[in-house]
């Protein structure tokens, strides 16, 4: 991927910096992301990753759902060269309704950058975004974007993150000048002025900025290193990313202290991203990309090691192991095959269905990572088939796309028709339109008296009777696991206590 000659496998690593951007929709993810790739020559032309009302992303027929919304549904990677390091950029989806997707995704990346609109400050989505970050201890860079229009106080909004995210700010640029005249930023750390046009020293804006930085400096935490690596303080930067202002600044910064790839925990041991051995998470699958070939990539991103075209794998769920042939590597627009890959890198391998979210890959070593976890979902519909005769044909798409992460999938242990399981309704949309577009299946859904499902574990035989006792509202998920499907949180609470021996699980462990 690099012209760079091979060097060790600590300097590779080290260079790695792979983040997605968090924000509500309409901070200016999707034109930053542009002017990021750009920044890093990754594509010449502005306008490739728009999500809206355009051109882009025809790949296959069911993303004209997301055009059509102006949403953004697949979370996808870019990779790109900046400062000498290779970025590997995760994209989120913006809306809420895809949010398992994005949990999935925030488990693959080192860092964050939190992207504030400058008028608006901290919005819903930012903020449960946040919350995600944190449980995992993600360092946050903070980008306030959109200072070239009215804006809110910088002071205000250091304010504003800090007492409402609970999250120390240091200002690492300061804007120069404010709404249309606003110019560029003043680096804090490195002292240095970046404005678009040259500014005579009584210019009012240099003389507000000297005000304001004497103010930050006695008011304001300091960057921190350790702080931020731990994920309790965030860099603060200004700018706009119409106007591209600022995002270099956010570039070089995380070239100058990253985070490089970060040790991830496994059952058995933490494994930290420098060791020799080759291991790998598979984080996302993603179906039917080109309609032409039902080709199937799983996402696995790199925690230790190298990965090299052709390597042997062992995959550890099944204990089989497998060749990878043809790892890829993802651009704004296009895939190639990658040669090698460190951790940090994301690699799309492709296969047949063999590789689902959670699952690890290895050289040889029997390890098994933690942390992406399967939320229980908000809610249950039935699927309605039109035409019987294709009952087997629904059954198996529908386990594709739930091995997808489109949907859950239940499967009741009455034998009725499956129930599928969402966190938000664009979700159904998605999987009615998919099903149609590519496997010729037509369903509607129908309402069940479900609200709740909860994945069941205790002693086998507690579970066999309990399961007898409630067959009708109990179910299969896609790996066969038990789940209990409740009309209400009150009737939950009641079968709880009447089941003392039995847990009741709303998020499960995958992989
Ligand atoms: P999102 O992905 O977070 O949803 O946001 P997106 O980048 O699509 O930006 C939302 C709107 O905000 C867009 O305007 C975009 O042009 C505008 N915007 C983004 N960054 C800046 C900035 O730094 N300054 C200003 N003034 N505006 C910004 P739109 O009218 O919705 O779309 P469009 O017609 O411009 O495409």
Known sequence: ?????????????????????????????????ERILRAGGAIQLAGNVRAKGERRRTRSDWMSIERDRGISVVSSVMTFEYGGCIFNLLDTPGHEDFSEDTYRTLTAVDSAVMVIDAAKGIEDRTRKLFEICRLRDIPIVTFINKMDREAQDPFALLDEIA????????????????????????????????????????????????????????????????SFDAGHLTPVFFGSAMKEIGVTDLLDALVAFGPSPRSQVAETRTVKADEPGMTALVFKIQANMDPNHRDRIAFARICSGKLERGMRLRHTRTGKS?????????????????????????????????????DTLTENEDLKFTGVPHFAPEILRRVRLDDAMKAKKLKQALTQLAEEGVVQLFKPQDGAQPIV????????????????????????????????????????????????????AMADDLDDDPVFLATSSFMMRRTQEQNPDISFHDIKQIG
Do not use: C
Not at 21 to 27: F, G
Not at 181 to 210: N, W
Not at 422 to 444: C, H, P, S, W
């Open 1 to 33: 991927m690099s012209d760079a000659p091979v060097t060790d496998l600590s300097t590779e690593i080290a260079r790695r910096r792979t983040f997605a951007i968090i924000s509500h929709p309409d901070a200016g993810k999707t034109t930053l992301t």
């Open 421 to 472: 399981g969402v966190v938000g309704t664009l979700q159904l949309d998605v999987l009615q339109a998919r099903l149609k577009a590519e496997y010729g299946v037509a369903i509607g859904f129908d309402n069940t008296p479900f609200s709740l499902a909860r994945w069941v574990t205790g002693p086998r035989e507690k579970i066999e009777t309990f399961a007898q006792v409630n067959r009708s």
């Open 322 to 358: 497998f060749a990878v042939h043809t790892p890829q590597f993802f651009f704004a627009r296009d895939r190639q095959l990658a040669e090698e890959a460190f951790a940090g890198d994301v690699v799309g391998i492709p296969n047949h269905g063999t590789l689902r979210i959670g």
């Open 163 to 226: 007492s409402s995210l609970a999250l120390d700010t240091a200002p690492a640029t300061w804007p120069v000048g404010r709404a249309a005249k606003f110019v560029g930023t003043y680096d804090i750390l490195s002292k240095k002025l970046h404005t678009q046009e040259e500014l005579a020293p009584t210019d009012p804006r240099m003389e507000q900025l000297a005000e304001e930085l004497e103010l930050a400096e006695g008011a304001l935490p300091e960057f921190d290193r350790e």
